[in-house]
């Protein structure tokens, strides 16, 4: 009897914080513009538990690393022409609105063609000894600028993400 009430409470605990957790959906946004269609996911150790992908979490290390996923898709023109390391910004907001830019460590492809790219774009977590997301951060953009003539897409997070 006690362990069938011990084990009702375990199950009832656990749907609530699998409830309370975001759907991966949450931390994705998408733009298209300029003939390309960039899909990016924030994608913090959170995000790899919503989405049950243990080897994403193994390969990114997001808990000593800010990762984005990247995918840029077009029918036209030559994605490989794109230098997103020089092209790609992180915008960190803090509370009282102050602001810091970042540029990214590195981009590790998954896919890369001149059609179709993907990847992971990895910022450092700690930049001279700061936290790039540390404690008062209360939102970030990623802003990617002159891809296929569009001046800057921006993809904005709300944190923490619900």
Do not use: C
Request: glycine residues 10%; without cysteine.
């Amino acid at each position: 009897m006690i362990g069938a009430l011990l084990g009702f409470l375990l199950t009832v605990a656990l749907s609530a914080f699998v409830a309370a957790a975001p759907d991966p959906s949450a931390y994705t946004r998408t733009a298209g513009a300029g003939g390309v269609t960039v899909k990016v996911v924030y994608a913090p150790p959170e995000y790899f538990q919503a989405a049950k992908d243990l080897e994403g979490a193994r390969r990114w290390r997001p808990a000593e690393q800010v990762v984005f996923l990247v995918t840029l898709d077009t029918h036209a023109g030559d994605l490989m022409a794109f230098d997103l390391a020089r092209n790609i910004r992180l915008r960190v907001r803090g509370t009282g609105g102050a602001t810091n830019e970042y540029t990214p460590g590195k981009w590790e492809a998954t896919s890369d063609g001149s059609h179709h790219r993907a990847g992971a774009l990895i910022f450092p977590a700690t930049v001279s000894g700061v936290k790039s997301l540390g404690p008062g951060v209360t939102a970030i953009t990623l802003v990617i600028s002159n891809l296929a003539g569009v001046p800057a897409r921006s993809f904005e997070w709300v944190l923490p993400v619900r």
